[in-house]
């Protein structure tokens, strides 16, 4: 447990190191997408219109007066009432006329929602209605790039709702006040009329007066009719209201079985199954034969259910007694069946008043058939003129009470905040989107930079070396860069020769041996001469190799620097005073003899194509003391069958008996089998790979040829590598220090770094 608790804990640490060195190597990507987004964010946020927003609530009071009128005649009753109220907010009533008064708005001409095709749907569309949590108020909010208009819309929405529900609110009374205003007008017309009739009458017949019995007669009649028609008024006004409630209560009862359904609770569920269940049984008992109403399966049936609709009712009770104060369907109900009862009341008293009233008009109307014909007549239109007068009167009264009840009727909706003129724009949100830009920003960045390290094929870590070709590493190289003062100034030195051309030679010499990258011949004391010697300890001294003698340095691919690590390699175990030979097996693309400025020529293809040609022949010295190298000679036609050859073997085995370590330079595993030959010929085989060049794929293949040949290799080395990618800057500048403190050349410096608190003094500033 422990252990793989710590192998996780190191695997971890890895994968942080390999996103570390993701993010940094791609630094330059992520900072660029980082200020690409940021820019864009913030032109969008410069160049988006400014919205402003205003808000406006409204309280809905619902058990105010009149609110049961305007909630039963719009069929708005229900639990969700203010649902309900919200949808008509925005229906197209209201709307259009919030519209009407936008455009009588001194400055409508500004308001971009009047220059929509169809302001009506715009207006509709962007306005939003909310209802606030546990109480009856809801908001209307509107946004727009003018906040003049902001204010003005929400506003004139909440005005024209305000309106609606008033109108709502007044319609019994209203149709009240119209009713009477219509027989007004009637009356007012028939009033005329018989003043009318009674003048002319009087003038033609030259009669203008009646006895005083026709005379009281005539006016008790007046009275009577006078009193009929009031009668009848009322009756038909109490007819109109008894209908109304009616009509209302149809409306809440086709609904009402729905909401009461609605109000429910886990005990009441509870309850409503097991009722179904035993009305199921008592319908199953009822069919079976023996079973009557009486036997005692039935009657403990029904007693249980009889007690569960108790407790039903009880629970229903409770729930609606706790609901009360939002809704209860019943109780609105209640209320308007004793509305209706008690209007029933009076539309029956008023019929009885009517029929009383009726039988006495007709008693005085025999008395007045006995009179005379001209006096009759008189009396008649005396009595008509009499019973308008009355009912005129009558009606004018009505009316004026009609009215003052209609506009005493308020509305159930209070305005409890108007729409403000907003000061600042809700968006775009400046700060937000910013943090927005910087977010999304580096996170496109870092994906891009982990889409690319994804994507890519090649070798670029030691993460990658131990993930994918699980092999030790036996050494990092970094870069060998070209050192351009001494280049520049062994370029002085030579021009300055004028008569010494041997001095000229070595000079030019040793140009090209920089250029050709044998650090550790050119400059044994430089930390990548370093980096070759733990090279070469690592490989000599790896368990199970320390006997080796022949070692083969191939790589997977071309370009991956085989030939000049194994030169370098060379070099470093002949500095340990052992005898070194490097064998250039690459008779195809040699390079050994450029490396070692010598002649190609007399080198390993004649001696493997001839059996007269001795070691001797073709060994050739280097500059480095106890290194000899055998140049790859001509081309061949067959160079792999010639390294396949026993004659190949022989040379191994005089090269073990004269030399303390043989090397061999072989062409790339994929490229030719020449290195798969000559891998089982060798004690050691060691992989070159390149960062950033040698590819997954290639180099996995070049590992299952190997194993198809029974050879693993040894372990790899690995060139290329950015040594401040792998190493803190401050081990980086160490080393360097270090190396440079103990040089020869360093002697001038070693007095400015004459102790170590100094030394880390100086790296921690260049840091």
Same mark, same amino acid.
């Given at each position: ?152 819309? /929400? ?89 109304? +409630? ?345 390079? +050994? ?88 010929? /060798?004690?050691?085989? /060691? ?13 996995? +293949? ?55 608190? +100094? ?9």
């Amino acid at each position: 447990m422990e252990q793989n608790s710590y192998l996780d804990q190191q695997e971890q640490e890895v994968n942080l190191k390999d996103y570390y060195r993701i993010i940094k190597r791609h630094f330059k990507l992520i900072f660029l997408m980082f200020i690409v987004v940021l820019a864009a964010t913030i032109f969008y946020t410069i160049k988006a219109d400014r919205i402003y927003e205003s808000t406006g609530k409204v309280l809905l009071e619902m058990n105010k007066q009149g609110a049961d009128l305007f909630m039963s005649m719009s069929s708005f009753g229900g639990r969700n009432e203010l649902n309900n109220q919200m949808q008509v907010i925005q229906s197209r009533p209201i709307i259009s006329s919030a519209i009407e008064k936008l455009k009588r708005n001194p400055q409508a001409a500004n308001f971009p929602i009047l220059t929509a095709e169809n302001p009506v749907d715009a207006l509709t569309e962007a306005i939003d209605v909310s209802a606030e949590r546990e109480v009856d108020i809801f908001k209307i909010t509107y946004k727009s790039t003018n906040p003049l208009e902001t204010q003005a819309a /929400v506003n004139a929405i909440i005005g024209s709702y305000q309106e609606e529900n008033l109108t709502y609110s007044r319609a019994e009374l209203t149709s009240v006040r119209e009713f009477l205003e219509k027989q007004l007008d009637k009356t007012s017309k028939r009033l005329s009329v018989s003043e009318e009739d009674l003048r002319n009458y009087k003038i033609l017949h030259k009669t203008f007066a009646l006895s005083e019995e026709t005379k009281e007669m005539i006016t008790n009649m007046g009275e009577f009719e006078g009193q009929l028609q009031a009668a009848k008024t009322e009756f038909q006004v109490a007819k109109n209201r008894l209908d109304f +409630q009616k009509s209302n209560l149809a409306k809440i009862d086709s609904t009402l079985g729905g909401e009461l359904l609605s109000i429910s609770s886990p005990l009441l569920e509870q309850l409503r199954t097991k009722l179904i269940e035993n009305e199921s049984k008592l319908s199953v008992f009822l069919t079976k034969e023996g079973y009557t109403s009486s036997h005692p399966k039935l009657k403990l049936l029904k007693t249980e259910n009889n007690n569960i609709r108790n407790k039903m009712k009880f629970e229903m009770d409770q729930i609606l007694k706790l609901d009360k104060e939002t809704y209860n369907p019943l109780e609105r109900r209640e209320q308007l069946l004793t509305s209706i009862v008690l209007d029933k009341v009076t539309y029956e008293s008023t019929m009885a008043k009517v029929k009383a009233l009726q039988s006495t008009v007709e008693e005085y109307q025999t008395r007045m058939s006995a009179l005379p014909d001209a006096e009759i007549e008189l009396a008649r239109l005396e009595r008509s003129k009499t019973i308008n007068e009355t009912i005129y009167s009558m009606l004018i009264s009505k009316y004026e009470e009609a009215k003052i009840a209609e506009e005493g009727k308020l509305s159930n909706i209070r305005i409890i905040q108007s729409a403000l003129l907003p000061k600042n724009p809700v968006s775009p949100k400046v700060k937000m989107n910013i943090l927005i830009g910087i977010i999304l920003g580096l996170g496109l960045g870092a994906g891009l930079a982990f889409l690319l390290e994804n994507l890519n094929t090649k070798i670029s870590t030691l993460s990658d070396v131990e993930r994918f070709v699980k092999l030790s590493v036996l050494g990092t190289i970094p870069n060998i860069p070209v050192d351009d003062e001494q280049v520049v100034s062994l370029k002085e030195r030579i021009a300055k020769i004028t008569d010494d051309e041997d001095e000229r030679k070595r000079l030019t010499k040793k140009e090209s041996e920089i250029a050709a990258r044998l650090i550790t011949h050119t400059n044994p004391k430089s930390p990548i001469a370093e980096s070759y010697r733990t090279f070469r300890t690592n490989l000599v001294s790896r368990p199970g190799f320390e006997s080796a003698k022949t070692f083969l340095i191939t790589s997977s691919g071309p370009k991956e620097g085989k030939s000049t690590s194994s030169s370098n390699l060379a070099i470093t175990l002949a500095q340990m005073n052992s005898k070194t030979v490097i064998v250039d097996c690459d008779m195809r693309r040699p390079m +050994q003899h450029n490396l070692h400025f010598l002649e190609k020529e007399n080198g390993l293809s004649k001696y493997l194509q001839s059996e007269t040609c001795q070691l001797s022949e073709i060994i050739k010295h280097t500059d480095a003391e106890n290194l000899d190298i055998i140049t790859s000679g001509h081309v061949p036609t067959n160079p792999s069958e010639l390294l396949a050859s026993p004659r190949m073997d022989e040379l191994l085995d005089e090269l073990k008996k004269e030399y303390d370590y043989v090397l061999l330079d072989s062409p790339p595993i994929i490229a030719v089998t020449d290195a798969l030959i000559l891998a089982k010929k /060798v004690d050691a085989l /060691v992989l070159v790979l390149r960062v950033d060049i040698t590819d997954k794929d290639i180099i996995e +293949q070049s590992k299952k040829l190997l194993d198809n040949v029974g050879v693993k290799a040894a372990g790899v080395l690995v060139n290329g590598i950015q040594v401040k990618s792998y190493y803190s800057g401050y081990k980086y500048y160490y080393y360097y220090y270090y190396y440079y403190y103990y040089s020869d050349d360093g002697k001038t410096k070693k007095k400015r770094h004459h102790n170590k608190r +100094q030394l880390f003094k100086k790296m921690l500033s260049k840091n």
